[in-house]
Structure formats: structure tokens, C-alpha cells
């Protein structure tokens, strides 16, 4: 998703801002752009494609200034080009915006501006912004700005300077992540923290509605009614390290490795007496009685995790549980009241449909417990309760580590309920944490066979399709790895329970189609073994994933992934790696650019 930096201070701007964008990188964009305010000027430089084509067309001057904005665009309104990017310019030129998110009455706003004689050179909604502020400005950036927002709906991150006021940078936010880093005689605006880590750790976590107006040495913050606000310093605590490759080809490859320690960064702390225990949440026995029912809620590989979630509540703890997809969630109308509970979960915390699934669930009295990686995320911020995953920072776009990490918070959540609510005794409780622990140290196995996975993708990555079936866990799994190898291969892949298979789908099983088959659960085997011999009958090829001593399928399938053995509700978090690594691989030996997949973006802010 988009990205914005802006900075003012002593130094040169530009470099500043190229450099955090290029942090923000990860997010996904298709152009790029600064705004630099110099010399009474804006100077703006801007273009379609990637930020080297954008320090291409400086054609190694960059252009001079200490005040900037800069951008990187994920195309919504209007197609990735030139004049689509950001910065936005007013039409007299005096003002220049950046800006995350979407203004729904953009096209009224432009009517309007349209009569009033202001002319549009893109196609965005966002240059509505710069024409508003250009018609309301009267000396003062932050009555300016505030008179703009009034006027728009929608969801929105926005910096904005102003040729007239050249010691000032104005910024604001909704629905839209926005921070400010407080310097030395500089200050800066970002969506994200990676963009200006190298510069301070001092942070100020913007909240919808809330804006800001920074010199280089000053930084205030006011309510939209122009009251002042005090707000906490929050201190960024992770390193810049932890948000760069470490000698890795990629970050995703990076982040599949480093799944064993984040995983018992995740659950080692929450182990008290065998059991487990969250510091910060305070969920009683009682609590528990009077909650009737629980929703997970969440979007893409969380929505996965989700889906395993609700298997393991209603399996140990015994609450009805459905899942929803949080775009369909809050259009829908769900039956919602004081004795539900509605578990969020986002890696980024910033999702937007999962943001707005939050609210309608708060509204209509639920409570909110939040699993989140992001500290400080919106998300993190608006619910009632979080559990952090404390994945560290994830910058691949396709989720590996912020989705193993979310399944082990789903795994303490269900045992912890479960032992609240009676239906499972501590005894097995913490049978099943002491797997748990087992976790690390058998995905260390599994990525050290890495070549194994090497050489199926080698042979299979010039397949057109790819299916993935299981049952039970299985299945859940089975979708999670069919959505690696499709976002970031871009093979065609569907997933499906292996016994419906055969109600349709079958018909698209022909010779040499890869299917790759789950059959982890040792309860569920002979049946997905039955699954497997159906598709072997329509000459398929078979990848089989299965736990030690289940030496059957070698003689059907004709490639088998071995897993470590371990409980069966647990085989989940192991059986992700192999098809991680498979789809990182497939992508690579297709040549696409696996941290960056083509229209996806990290953050998803916009519905
Ligand atoms: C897939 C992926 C996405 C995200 C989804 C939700 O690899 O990364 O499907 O899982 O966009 O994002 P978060 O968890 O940040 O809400």
C-alpha cells in the first residue's frame, strides 16, 4: 500500500525521503514521487514504476531543500503514471499533499471544484486535497488542513506543505496509519516506523482525527475543534537490523528462517507453571460463562490462521466459533451482543476491513481481543485486550512468520480457554503446551532439508496448476499454502477439502496435475489416503505431506514431504514451512520478485 515520508530540519530532504521510502518499500507501490520546498518553490518530481526510476529522472541532482514530502502510490483511483503520482500540487502551485487512503466524495468534491474553475491533472481522488486547501488557505496550515477534512469522507494519512510557509509541514490522519518522529532539530512524518528508525526512536503514534504541525524544532498536536493534545513519547525498542535482510537473498526467505525463534518468542514468556497465562489480559472464569458464542475475524493468511482458531476453540474450549472474512463481516449484519466475543487478527494491525470490523463489533457491544504483531497499530490501539505475536518486523509482502506466529497465539487461546472453561483438564493442557514447545526445534528439521524442497520446486515450478487438498487442520493448512504459491509464483492454485474434491473439481485433475496432498492428521489418513488414490486414478502427480511412520503413502504418492511427528492438532504449524519454501522457491525459479509480488501490497488500507 502506499507510503508516505515527510521531513523538515537542516539537512538535505531528498535523500532522507528516498531512503524512507525505500523502507516502506515493502508495502507494495507502482510510482513514486517528492515534493521539495525550496526557495520559495515546491519542486516536484514524480513517476510511474519504482524509486530507482524516480532518482533516474534527478539525473544525479537531487533537488535542494530542507522541508519534503514524499510518496510512494498503490494505484486505486486511476491507473500507475506519471501524473497520477504523488505529490499532488494545487492548481496555483503553492501547495503539495501526499496522501494514503481514499476520499469517498472525491468525485462531488471535484464537481464542485471543477465549477469554481479549479482544473485536474490526474485522475486521483487525492488531488481534490491539494485544490480544498489551496481554496480554504488563509496563512494557517493547520485551519487549512482541518477545513479540508471537514469537507471529505474516506480514510486517509495526508502531509501537506506550502510554498507560503516554508519553515512548516502539516499532517493528519484517519483510518490510515500516520506516526511523527521527534529529531534533533528535525521532525518527520511516515506511515511506518522502518522509514525514519535510522533518524529517531521517538515516536508519536497519531490517532484518527488527530493533527499535527511540525517545524524543525517544534511539533504540536491539536484535536479538529484546534484543541492541543498531549500525547506519550512511545520509544521504538526493535532495531533497524531486525527490518533488513541479515545476508539473506530475501526478506521472506529471511522470515521463514526465523520462524523457530519467533515462535518461542511467542509462546515461551506466556508458559506459567505448565500452563498458559497472558499478562496483560485479564479473562476470568467468569468472563468466559458469559460469553455465548466468538467470531474471528480477519483477512488473507490471519483468515487462515482464523479458520484453525476456530477448530482448536470449539475442540478445546467447547464455544461456538465461526470466522469470518473481514470484508464480508461488516456488511453483513452479524448477531453481535454484550456476550460476544470477537478475536481480530492482524499482522499489521492496520487492515483496514479488519479495522472496521473491530469498530462495528465495539459498537455493537462485543469485546475485542485483538491478535496483533504491529505494537502501537491501530488495531493494537482500539481493541479491548491484544495479544502481540512478537513476529518482529515482517516486510516480505506474503505472510510466513506473522502467519506461524498468529497459529501459536490461536493454539494459547484455545488452552487457555479451554482449562477456563473446564472442558480440558490442566493434565492435558499441559500435554499438549509441552508439544507445543517441541515446535522450534522441528522446524529447525524441516528448513534444514531445504534442498529436498529445492528440487521439487526445480520440477515443478512450470506447472499451470496447482492443487492443494486435506482434511480437517489439513485443509486450513492446505488454503495458507495455496496462497503463498499463487502470490508470489503466480501459478494458478486452489485448495480444497480433500473429500470434496470429487464433487466437481476432480473433473480438472488430467495427467501430470500437481496436487499437493495434506495428510498430516494420523485420525484423518486412511481417508485422505482414499483421497489421494482418486487423484493418482486421473493420473495427477502427487506431493504428499505426512508425519514420520506413516511410510503407506510412499507407495502411492510420488513425492513425500516427511514431517516430524507430533500431535495431531499441532501438525498445522509444521506442515505451513515445507509449502512456504516450496512456493519461495517455484518463485524464484520463475524469476519473479518474491518480496514485491505484482498488485499486492503489505498493508492493506484501503477496503
Ligand atoms: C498473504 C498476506 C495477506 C495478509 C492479509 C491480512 O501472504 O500477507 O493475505 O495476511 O492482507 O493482513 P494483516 O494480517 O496485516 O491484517
Known sequence: MCGIVGYIGKKEASPILIDGLKKLEYRGYDSAGIAILSEGKINVIKTKGRLADLEERFKGKIPKGNIGIGHTRWATHGAPSDENSHPHMSMSENIAVVHNGIIENYMELKKD???????????????????????????????????????????????????????????????????????????????????????????????????????????????????????????????????????????????????????????????????????????????????????????????????????????????????????????????????????IVSQSGETADTL??????????????????????????????????????????????GYTTQLMAMYMIALKFGVLSGNLSEKDAKHLINELLTVPEKLE????????????????????????????????????????????????SEAYAAGELKHGTIALIEEGTVVVALATQNSLFEKTLSNIKEVKARGGTVIALAQEGNDSVKEIADEVIVLPKIDDRLSSVLAVVPLQLFAYYCAIDKGCDVDKPRNLAKSVTVE
Request: overall charge negative.
Open 113 to 343: 471544484l471543477e465549477k469554481k474553475g479549479y482544473k485536474f491533472r490526474s485522475e486521483t481522488d487525492t488531488e481534490v486535497l491539494a485544490h480544498l486547501a489551496e481554496m480554504y488557505y488563509d496563512g494557517n496550515l493547520v485551519d487549512t488542513l482541518i477545513k479540508v477534512i471537514k469537507d471529505v469522507r474516506g480514510s486517509f494519512a495526508i502531509g501537506l506543505i506550502c510554498k507560503d510557509n516554508p519553515n512548516e509541514l502539516v499532517a493528519v490522519r484517519k483510518d490510515s496509519p500516520l506516526i511523527v518522529g521527534l529529531g534533533e532539530n528535525e521532525n518527520f512524518i511516515a506511515s511506518d516506523i522502518p522509514a525514519i528508525l535510522e533518524h529517531t526512536r521517538k515516536i508519536y503514534l497519531l490517532n484518527d482525527l488527530e493533527f499535527v504541525h511540525l517545524t524543525s524544532d517544534k511539533v504540536e498536536l491539536f484535536t479538529i475543534d484546534k484543541k492541543p493534545i498531549n500525547k506519550n513519547i512511545f520509544n521504538v525498542e526493535w532495531d533497524v537490523d531486525a527490518a533488513e535482510k541479515g545476508g539473506f537473498d530475501h526478506f521472506m526467505l529471511k522470515e521463514m528462517y526465523e520462524q523457530p525463534k519467533v515462535i518461542n518468542n511467542t509462546i515461551t514468556p506466556r508458559i506459567k507453571n505448565g500452563l498458559i497465562e497472558f499478562d496483560d489480559i485479564n479473562f476470568t472464569a467468569d468472563d468466559l460463562k458469559n460469553i455465548s458464542r466468538a467470531f474471528i475475524v480477519a483477512c488473507g493468511s490471519a483468515y487462515h490462521a482464523g479458520m484453525v482458531g476456530k477448530y482448536l476453540i470449539e475442540n478445546l474450549a467447547r464455544i461456538p466459533v465461526e470466522v469470518d472474512i473481514a470484508s464480508e463481516f461488516r456488511y453483513r449484519n452479524p448477531i453481535i451482543d454484550d456476550k460476544t466475543l470477537v478475536i
Open 356 to 401: 472496521a470490523a473491530l469498530r462495528d463489533a465495539k459498537k455493537k457491544g462485543a469485546r475485542v481481543l485483538a491478535v496483533v504483531n504491529v505494537v502501537g497499530s491501530s488495531i493494537a490501539r482500539e481493541a479491548d485486550d491484544v495479544l502481540y505475536t512478537w513476529a518482529g518486523p515482517e516486510i516480505a509482502v506474503a505472510s510466513t512468520k
Open 445 to 492: 528439521v524441516l528448513l534444514g532439508k531445504i534442498d529436498s524442497i529445492k528440487e521439487l520446486a526445480k520440477k515443478y515450478h512450470n506447472r499451470r496448476d496447482v492443487f492443494y487438498i486435506g482434511r480437517g487442520l489439513d485443509h486450513m493448512v492446505a488454503l495458507e499454502g495455496s496462497l503463498k504459491l499463487k502470490e508470489i509464483s503466480y501459478i494458478h
